[in-house]
């Protein structure tokens, strides 16, 4: 029924004369969104509007939930477009646009016409009153109510002419590929592929390191990785995940270090090894999912001291966030059903009774100083040999 969507942005309208990057991103986006569906669309850029166009077929819902998942989209609006015609012929769409798009007539309405295009013989005031009433003419069991009405006919007169009803709600945010790129360290637990969406959401490109402890982490608790990555990516675009063989680090530390500090000292080793591959895509930043208190590597001072080692900024978007708030999102994002699949994460197999909950630096680096004999190259050859899954 529709040929063409009009994609409004919000945020991107307001960043002056670099607002062509932006949008430039966004068509590209949005571009190979629909690229993945069935059917043939072409996403264009015109006076400061952004249109996709069908040229096939194509099934609606799929259409919408594909440009649904495209960062700096504000609202999607199906829409008839029409060349620039005079009144009687546009009063005749607008009419035929109203009778398609709602097959039960008893609404009310209003007509909100936007004349861009000062040639047009007629200005928006007029439009909306004649139009109006050829829509009451056609179907007079309508009625208008300009204050409150449940639906609103919008035309605007431009190069060409829109008329279009529905804004169907995007994700809102800004195109991905617009602030840069990040590091993320994706688990398969909860938080930390929600903790990407939010980075994603705000125009970062991510890619992720995954540390996998086989044989004490399975195939399918890294198959479960790439699953999330993969949910994540599509809203994020394409991903590098660089699964990384943790485990005999892991377990030099189990042999070298006490027990209860094992978390902190691999969670330094982490981040000092996510750093690298980001260095290696060109990333300006970490994100992980930590959230203040979750665990007792979560404290603020195990924070910190995971953090002492970290020469990029870190993101941590939930930091300040409840379990359920981000359990909430999870669901919303469609990645909760997936992170609650019961296979194990490294930090499990080897957490100790009772982990250090306020770790000394000091302290932690005395400790670390038992692994100089072969860390460094048990580092170096951990990122030698991490496999790099290409996630479309
Ligand atoms: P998540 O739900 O994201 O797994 P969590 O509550 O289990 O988080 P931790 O295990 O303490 O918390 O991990 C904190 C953060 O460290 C994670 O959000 C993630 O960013 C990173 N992280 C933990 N384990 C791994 C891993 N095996 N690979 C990559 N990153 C990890
Ligand atoms: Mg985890």
């Not at 409004?8 to 949008?23: C, M, P, Q, S, T």
Request: proline letters at 4%; one cysteine or more; charged letters at 30%.
């Amino acid at each position: 029924m529709y040929k063409s969507f009009l994609i409004k942005y919000a945020e991107i309208g307001v960043k002056g004369k670099n607002r062509y990057i932006f949008e430039d991103q966004l068509v590209k986006n949005a571009q190979r969104a629909l690229d993945k569906i069935d059917g043939d669309f072409k996403v264009r850029k015109e006076y400061g509007r952004i249109y996709a166009d069908a040229n096939s077929d194509y099934d609606f819902d799929e259409v919408i939930d594909a440009l649904q998942h495209v960062f700096g989209i504000a609202g999607i609006c199906p829409m008839m477009q029409l060349e620039l015609v005079e009144y009687d012929e546009l009063a005749k769409a607008v009419v035929e646009f109203v009778d398609k798009v709602y097959e039960k007539k008893d609404f009310t309405f209003k007509v909100m016409s936007r004349r861009a295009n000062k040639n047009y013989p007629m200005d928006s005031m007029e439009l909306n009153i004649e139009l109006g009433g050829a829509i009451l003419d056609a179907f007079p069991e309508l009625k208008v109510d300009v204050h409150k009405p449940d639906v609103f006919v919008n035309v605007e007169i431009r190069e060409q002419i829109n008329i279009y009803s529905d804004i169907i709600k995007g994700q809102g945010g800004l195109p991905v590929g617009t602030a840069g790129k990040g590091m993320l360290l994706l688990s398969g637990g909860i938080d930390s592929p929600v903790a990407g969406w939010m980075v994603a959401k705000r125009g970062v490109k991510v890619d992720a390191v995954y540390f996998h402890a086989p044989p004490y982490t399975s195939e399918r608790a890294k198959q479960k990785v790439v699953d999330l990555a993969k949910l994540v990516s599509k809203y994020s675009g394409e991903m590098n995940l660089y699964v990384v063989n943790f485990t005999d680090i892991q377990m030099y530390i189990y042999d070298k270090c006490p027990h209860e500090e094992l978390t902190i000292i691999m969670r330094r080793y982490m981040m000092k090894i996510a750093e690298a591959f980001a260095e290696k895509e060109g990333s300006q930043c970490l994100i992980t999912g930590e959230s203040i208190g979750q665990v007792a590597s979560q404290t603020t001072q195990s924070l910190a001291a995971t953090n002492e080692v970290c020469t990029l900024p870190v993101f941590r978007p939930l930091i300040a966030f409840d379990k359920q708030e981000i359990v909430d999102v999870s669901l919303k994002i469609d990645t909760y059903e997936t992170s609650i699949l019961p296979y194990e994460d490294c930090c499990t197999t080897f957490v100790a009774k009772h982990p250090v909950t306020k770790p000394n630096i000091e302290r932690i680096k005395k400790s670390e100083l038992n692994l100089a004999e072969k860390i460094d190259d048990m580092m170096a050859e951990a990122i030698e040999s991490a496999e790099l899954v290409k996630i479309m």
